[in-house]
């Protein structure tokens, strides 16, 4: 059975920094595309970043460009995403997501695989 954990959210004030991080369990993920997505009270899942099965590339929602970074490390079948300079507008639950895709998508239903999601709170 696949699974998809996530780890990391909390509350942190605005300017903070957080680490998300997403353990692969079931298969390995090393030549698939994953990508984060987030969902904020009464808003749809909205994409965040994404990136390839090699790490070599990778795609942002243009409001955190400059601020979050994705990577991986296939060996340990996982993906990060690295949140700085939070604002109170990433308060949102984060999810990781996994497909068959080889490429970095930012289409929600090209990916196949979802994790439960983490809570992230900015306060002002």
């Known amino acids: 059975q696949v699974q998809l954990v996530e780890s990391g959210g909390g509350l942190v004030q605005a300017g903070g920094s957080l680490r998300l991080s997403c353990a692969a369990s079931g298969r390995t993920f090393s030549r698939n595309g994953m990508a984060w997505f987030r969902q904020a009270p009464g808003k749809e899942r909205e994409f965040v970043a994404s990136i390839n099965w090699s790490g070599a590339s990778t795609y942002y929602k243009n409001s955190v460009k400059g601020r979050f970074t994705i990577s991986r490390d296939n060996a340990k079948n996982t993906v990060y995403l690295q949140m700085n300079s939070l604002k109170p507008e990433d308060t949102a639950v984060y999810y990781c997501?996994?497909?068959?895709?080889?490429?970095?998508?930012?289409?929600?239903?090209?990916?196949?695989?979802w994790g439960q999601g983490t809570q992230v709170t900015v306060s002002s």
């Open positions: 997501a996994a497909g068959r895709l080889t490429y970095a998508s930012s289409f929600y239903r090209e990916y196949d695989y």
